[in-house]
């Protein structure tokens, strides 16, 4: 079959993969090639064994692999072939030299820019996918136009707002589609190119053109605000616990006003994921290095509130448990940073796990999703730890539960069973507030909400 165009992902992670197996089922038109120098995550690519789990993403995949959607490693022809590429690598936040612990590390973004510039024999179109710092661009561009082949790049930015757990569902029906590019002749074209691809399945009025800089900006700002949310009603989750007020029921009185809204107020252990963390601490960055000192200051509160969140987890179970978790088994019920998904990249649960750790407590972990990557997280360091695929012989003999991920299968769990296997007194902190904390109180659990009163069988 002859296709309309060539499109070329390079990065098939978390964004790429599951992005473009979208387009690919909504666009049978267009030709779709995924690369990445990750031989492996390629390979798993074309297996029943897929390396994202998203829900209804191995649906789309099975629809359309082998039809107009490819995994290779070839990253060469890739580029050769493609009018159209979306560079979706990683962006993590640097871990060496300037701006060490802050800054994005945009070294894979520059990489893939030589290499386009190297195997390209033609104009092309290069969309940003990567949350990239504002301005990133005009710095690429630099890159780019620096060949000596003539070839025109006309750079758009396309950032991706999907979230992990719910990312084909994001992907189908997206809030908006955000398209930046140079408002010049060249670059109007090009994006129109993009929204064309959109357009397949996305009304036209949910796509939101705007100038380069404010694309790759608003993508930092939603991050900032999505976290900002959970932050705040974080915050607001330890004044509850000294005032006998109900966060639960703070968040409904406060997200009941049309203007603030019900969605990101569950307080939690803290918010996790690749994502938000460095964000923030890029905009940050980015803030303090244009001399916006009190900006900076403001946004870095944000990961501080959130550091606090997890740190007063971890205490107020030693606390609770009598001062001393030394030799207690302690069960943690999920890994992975929210529901959903298998991924733990700055998860919560890799802080909190190694806090009991140093605490010498015996940690048992099940998620339904995410035992693989917690293995990889606490190598090294988990010689007092198991790793159960059965949450019952996770919680048998232990002394406290944790749930620090609230997928809806801890919800059905048999509690009864499970407090007549543990130690007493049996302690539950519900890290997630998803669980019927009256009914385990009846059981005979000591509960530990998150946010809420206590209760407790203690005179
Ligand atoms: N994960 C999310 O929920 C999410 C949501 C929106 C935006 N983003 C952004 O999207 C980008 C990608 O995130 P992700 O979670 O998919 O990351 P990821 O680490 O899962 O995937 C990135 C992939 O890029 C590959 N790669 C790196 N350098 C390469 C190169 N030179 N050539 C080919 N492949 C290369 C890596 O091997 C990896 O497989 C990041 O900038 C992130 O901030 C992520």
């Not at 629809?63 to 493609?82: C, E, P, W, Y």
């Not at 661009?137 to 396309?158: D, G, H, T």
């Not at 048998?396 to 919800?411: D, G, P, Q, Y």
Request: aromatic share 10%; proline share 3%.
């Amino acid at each position: 079959m002859k296709f309309k165009k060539n499109i070329l992902c390079i990065g098939a992670g978390y964004v790429g993969g599951p992005t473009m197996s979208v387009i690919a089922l909504k666009c049978p038109e267009y030709k779709i090639n995924v690369v990445d120098i990750n031989k492996n995550r390629i390979k798993e690519w074309n297996s029943d064994n897929l390396p994202v789990f998203e829900p209804g993403l191995m649906e789309v995949v099975k629809k359309v692999r082998g039809k107009n959607l490819f995994f290779s490693d070839d990253i060469k022809n890739g580029i050769k072939k493609a009018d159209i590429i979306f560079v979706s690598v990683n962006t993590p936040t640097k871990t060496f030299g300037e701006g060490a612990g802050m800054a994005s590390d945009l070294q894979y973004w520059e990489k893939t820019a030589h290499e386009i510039i190297k195997y390209s024999e033609r104009n092309k179109i290069i969309v940003e996918k990567s949350t990239l710092p504002v301005r990133t661009a005009q710095a690429l561009e630099r890159i780019l136009k620096s060949n000596r082949k003539k070839i025109k790049f006309e750079v758009i930015s396309n950032p991706e707002f999907l979230s992990e757990g719910s990312a084909i569902k994001d992907l189908l029906e997206p809030d908006r589609i955000l398209i930046g590019s140079h408002q010049t002749e060249e670059g109007i074209k090009s994006a129109q190119e993009i929204i064309d691809i959109y357009t397949h399945w996305i009304p036209r009025e949910k796509i939101i053109s705007t100038n380069l800089w404010s694309s790759e900006l608003s993508k930092l700002v939603a991050n900032a605000f999505l976290a900002q949310r959970i932050s705040s009603i974080n915050s607001i989750s330890a004044l509850c616990e000294k005032t006998d007020a109900d966060i639960t029921e703070i968040s409904y009185a406060v997200g009941k006003d049309s203007r603030i809204g019900p969605k990101f107020l569950n307080a939690g252990v803290g918010f996790g994921g690749s994502c938000f963390k460095k964000d923030i601490l890029n905009l940050v960055y980015i803030a303090r290095s244009y001399g916006l000192e009190e900006v900076a200051d403001y946004w870095e509160m944000i990961v501080k509130i959130n550091q606090y969140q997890e740190r007063r987890f971890v205490h107020r179970i030693v606390k609770e448990m009598f001062n001393t978790i030394s030799e207690k088994k302690i069960a943690i019920f999920g890994f992975a940073f929210k529901a959903n998904t298998g991924d733990t990249r700055e998860s919560p649960a890799i802080y909190i796990t190694k806090k009991l750790l140093e605490e010498r407590a015996f940690v048992s972990i099940y998620d339904p999703k995410a035992i693989d990557n917690a293995k990889i997280d606490l190598k090294g360091i988990d010689s007092n730890v198991k790793y159960e695929i059965d949450p019952y012989k996770a919680a048998k003999n232990s002394n406290a539960i944790a749930i620090l991920t609230e997928w809806e299968e801890f919800k059905k769990l048999n509690f009864k069973r499970i407090y007549s296997s543990m130690k007493k007194p049996a302690f539950i902190f519900d890290g997630r507030n998803i669980l019927n904390h009256k009914n385990l109180y009846k059981i005979g659990f000591n509960v530990y909400p998150l946010g809420k009163t206590a209760l407790t069988h203690f005179k």
